[in-house]
């Protein structure tokens, strides 16, 4: 299984590997991708590593999400903290292809999802850093999927602070009703399974909050598509 997910990384030469800087012919070479890659069980609802697969975590029974489901690839840490920060802040959309197929690799064969929509930017985050990193791979993960995808459905009209500067119940406060839903694209939603795509779930909040726009708007369920989950939340 690794290493035909591996051999699918063969695409561009020559390439340096984000993650060894070894010149191949892929942006992230197949030995790392085996190494740092590997699945792992996780809570079906939140994506937290856990010891069993099929399981769901004791905070998402006392407390379940609006999200129904997160499929994730991999942990946020090392190597893929550093892969991350590069491709949201330092321009490396070339990277672009790779987490897509890295993410899509993760997700189940038949993931029940009829629409992709990324989690998207404030307009000031857009203007500072140039693109929409989880369009980026929203829309390269649909097309590997052969799913529609839309970047202006769910948006972020007003900027938040940095949710990375925040407690818990401050990003809650924060991001209550940061997300609406555009009105031109609201038909598009109507009784829709929705998969929302991200770079990295940590508290699931902004997952919690995205999640709940939609469902207020009429779509039928939500599912998180994560490239990478923090270890706690
Ligand atoms: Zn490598
Ligand atoms: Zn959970």
């Given at each position: ?13 020559p ?38 697969a099929?399981?769901v ?14 499929c ?22 070339d ?83 940061a ?7 609201r ?18 909040t ?11 708007a ?16």
């Amino acid at each position: 299984m690794l290493s035909a997910v591996a051999n699918h990384f063969f695409c561009h030469w020559p390439s340096q590997c984000g993650v060894c800087r070894q010149w191949g012919t892929q942006a992230l070479c197949p030995d790392c991708v085996a190494r740092f890659a590997a699945p792992s069980t996780r809570c079906m609802r939140c994506g937290l590593r856990l010891g069993l697969a099929g399981m769901v975590c004791g905070n998402c029974l006392r407390e379940p999400p609006a999200f129904v489901k997160t499929c994730c690839a991999v942990d946020y840490g090392f190597p893929w903290d550093r892969v991350i920060t590069a491709f949201k802040f330092e321009d490396r959309l070339d990277w672009a292809p790779a987490l897509a197929k890295l993410l899509h690799h993760a997700l189940p064969a038949a993931p029940e999802v009829d629409l992709v929509l990324p989690i998207p930017l404030s307009a000031q985050r857009l203007a500072e850093r140039g693109y929409k990193q989880a369009w980026e791979m929203a829309r390269r993960v649909a097309a590997l999927r052969r799913l529609p995808a839309h970047q202006d459905c769910l948006l972020r009209p007003w900027d938040t602070a940095h949710q990375a500067d925040l407690g818990r119940r401050e990003r809650q406060l924060n991001l209550r009703r940061a997300f609406m839903v555009d009105t031109r694209h609201r038909a598009l939603l109507q009784g829709q399974r929705i998969a929302l795509v991200d770079d990295v779930m940590t508290t699931g909040t902004t997952a919690q909050e995205a999640s709940s726009a939609l469902l207020r708007a009429g779509a039928q369920n939500v599912q998180m598509w994560v490239l990478a989950r923090t270890e706690s939340a």
